[in-house]
DNA sequence: CTCCTGCGAA
DNA sequence: TTCGCTGGAG
């Protein structure tokens, strides 16, 4: 009966809890064992040796599950500070005259009644920095999915390629989407047949693959049973699909269809428009205001023929000058125009080169 | 508002 | 290590 021994056995025990909970205290880089592990689990899975490949998908799962624990309780709403309306105090420039435009009378978000000074010299100047540039979606926007096939599938391309694309890379949706078609999964009777595993598979690493997944089994199945194996050509038909939200209903309308039905905003253009440029609107920054607002806002004088074309000139240019986080106001030709250009930069003395 | 996913840039 | 990614649903 020695205490020591006790000791032991305890330390023992201690070690091997640790080590089924991946060392709980001194969890240090759990983001590379994680891609190390499901790398793994995806070679194992293409040369088909399913022995070891259950026990990995386990710890993947553990370790998925104690890293989102970890993370969300350290980085919690840490998200969407990007507006910060300092420019409410810093300088209101030129504020247009605002009034109740006559709709949405219940709400208290003021309405242009005047069309933005400047408007047509910023986007030339936009069109012009983006004619030099290459942004990702000039080559691999949705609106690129698929143009070579017939209209009916390059329609369904369209859609499939709108839902997987939110919040993911621009390249990484392209190649989900090249290898659907390579598996010749890019209709609807074939993603309807299709196991929703292996769909998971195919469109990994996109985000949210799993609901995406499932969304997609289910579009599938309304688009079969109700529109013959096409898509919706309405926008509210096309927003009772599952994962289909107004900014890709839009887009999808736009795109798709080539039927405008409304200005498909997202968040660079939210951003451009209603925090930076275009707009200029002090009141207009008010904390409710929400990509639909901006878009009724847009589509009260921006001219009909630019809806279309307003979308990927702004995406584009949010993607490579007017970033979300550090944007390169130096290169920006419209600075000038700009109510927040060189104000969320706080570096102006690094650079006395 | 919160969650869902992984990954690359800085 | 942190943050954003052409979002959507509960």
Not at 220 to 226: D, E, R
Not at 268 to 292: F, G, K, M, Q
Request: proline content about 7%; glycine content about 6%; aromatic content about 6%.
């Amino acid at each position: 009966m020695s205490f020591p021994l006790f000791k032991n056995i305890s330390a023992l025990v201690n070690v091997t809890s640790q080590k089924i909970i991946f060392s709980s205290s001194s969890f240090k880089m759990p983001k590379t064992k994680l891609s190390s592990a499901k790398r793994e689990i995806n070679s194992s899975a293409d040369s088909k040796s399913p022995g070891s490949e259950s026990a990995n998908g386990e710890s993947v799962q553990k370790l998925r599950v104690f890293v989102r624990k970890k993370r969300t309780k350290k980085t919690v709403q840490t998200t969407v500070e990007e507006v910060k309306p300092e420019i409410l105090d810093q300088k209101p420039c030129s504020l247009p005259e605002i009034e109740d435009f006559g709709y949405g009378k219940d709400s208290s978000f003021p309405r242009l009644t005047k069309t933005p000074d400047n408007w047509e010299k910023v986007l030339e100047g936009i069109r012009k920095m983006r004619s030099s540039e290459d942004a990702p979606v000039d080559s691999m926007g949705c609106e690129k999915a698929g143009t070579s096939l017939p209209p009916k599938e390059r329609r369904f391309a369209v859609l499939v390629s709108s839902l997987l694309s939110s919040q993911t890379k621009d390249h990484v949706t392209h190649g989900a989407i090249q290898r659907l078609l390579q598996n010749n999964l890019l209709t609807a009777e074939a993603i309807d047949k299709a196991d929703e595993g292996e769909i998971k598979e195919l469109i990994y690493p996109v985000g949210f693959y799993t609901r995406k997944a499932s969304n997609m089994k289910k579009i599938a199945k309304i688009c079969l049973s109700k529109y013959d194996g096409d898509i919706p050509s309405t926008l509210e038909e096309l927003l009772q699909l599952p994962g289909i939200g107004p900014k890709m209903a839009h887009l999808v309308m736009n795109v798709g269809w080539n039927n405008v039905q409304g200005i498909c905003v997202d968040t660079h253009v939210h951003r451009i428009c209603l925090y930076r440029l275009l707009i200029n609107d002090p009141l207009a920054l008010s904390r409710t205001s929400t990509p639909e607002e901006t878009r009724e806002a847009l589509q009260l004088w921006l001219p009909k023929e630019e809806w279309v074309p307003i979308n990927p000139l702004l995406v584009g240019f949010g993607q490579t000058v007017c970033t979300p986080l550090r944007p390169r106001c130096g290169i920006c030709t419209v600075s000038g125009f700009c109510p927040s250009a060189f104000k969320e930069s706080p570096s102006p003395s690094s650079k006395t080169k």
